[in-house]
């Protein structure tokens, strides 16, 4: 039974930092592509970063993050974080780990709140 649980969300100021961790259960992740995804309130949810499987990854970003997120894996952990740094009261949503398998898993979302 595939399982993905997200954990790191929670209340900073802006310029602050958090690292969200999606850890998976039922399948080794880092064979396969994974995603973070954030929904805003009233918006529509959108992708934040991808990385894909195997060994040489490739990873992308949405414009908005560029340069303030990061993506990484730990098959070790199977585990794909998004540290996120200088965060902004736009990047408040609730933040979803997606996993590409032989068909598309989500979490359970996070929410993350950045205010002063």
């Known amino acids: 039974q595939v399982q993905l649980v997200e954990s790191g969300g929670g209340l900073v100021q802006p310029g602050g930092s958090l690292r969200l961790s999606c850890t998976a259960s039922g399948f080794a992740l880092g064979t396969y592509d994974m995603s973070w995804h954030r929904q805003a309130p009233g918006k529509e949810r959108e992708l934040v970063a991808f990385v894909t499987g195997g060994v040489r990854h490739t990873i992308k970003y949405a414009d908005s993050v560029k340069g303030r997120f990061t993506i990484s894996k730990d098959s070790a952990k199977n585990t794909v974080y998004l540290q996120m740094n200088n965060l902004a009261p736009e990047d408040t949503a609730i933040y979803y780990c997606?996993?590409?398998?032989?068909?598309?898993?989500w979490g359970q979302g996070t929410q993350v709140t950045v205010s002063s």
């Open positions: 997606k996993a590409h398998t032989w068909r598309d898993f």
